[in-house]
């Protein structure tokens, strides 16, 4: 049966956590664990859902779940999935998914996402992207955008926050042509929940990054997360996309398709201006901001077809 907004499951996996209001990560591994059911087995590296989801005595997952080294998420996924395959009693509807955030994933973790990628072991990694180290005080990550102050990048007179390019992660692990590759946002959950029942299905390394705003570390009240999660979309600063590698395409390079495509973009400045982390930015600084996304978005249609 196909999940989305009418049939996903009433059941609940990851509650009572003590997430912060409006947090677009635990919207993210909420949504995910009800698409693969009771039988997914979770691992997390330190970071916000690992914090406020493991607090004894209470435990937020009601799936088996473990916290794994920081650097480590991936190959404690490889372990726990060779483990199962060893015993031989999983369940045929096993799905063995990390949760890690954009510093567990494109920083720290990535040398352990590319070994379990280029094993192709049966795995599931979802990065929940919050653009900085929320869980330890809002520092910079290489997820982090341009412009973004944070505690590591603090936009004063001189300085106007992050002075990087945030990391094209999506395009460094589809260059490992792993089977399936997706980008989606908590703010298209219907995309995302279609993107994790798609992943869920399909064998060896797969992997999800997924948009999921902070209100504190973005600065913007907490019932607007849905409507930042749906405008980083519309404004053309985070994209739709997904990646079928050769395994699934029996083509070399595999295949890239845009889900949305949008025939005119929102304009960027009140996205940005709505964030404090934004608001020291003048109009050079959006003006890089907006040639950044233009230069991107060209670079897809143009290669992606």
Sequence with gaps: MTVNARTITDEEFFYGHKACPGCGGALAVRQALKVLGPHAVAALPAGCMSATGFNFPQLAFGNNAMITPFAATAAVLSGIEAGLRAQGAAPEDVTVVGFAGDGGTADIGLQALSGAIDRNDDVLYICYDNEAYMNTGIQKSSLTPFGASTTTTPAGKHEHGCLTQKKSLFDIVAAHRIPYAATASVGYLNDFIKKVERARDI????FIHVMAPCPVGWGFPSADMVDVAK???????????????????????????LNRDPKQFKPIEPYLRRQGRFSADDGADLALIERARDERWSYMRETWG
């Design 203 to 206: 064998k060896g390394t797969r």
């Design 231 to 257: 405008e980083i979309v519309d404004t053309g600063l985070w994209y739709l996309a997904e990646y079928e590698g050769p395994a699934l395409t029996g083509t070399p390079g595999g295949s890239f398709r």
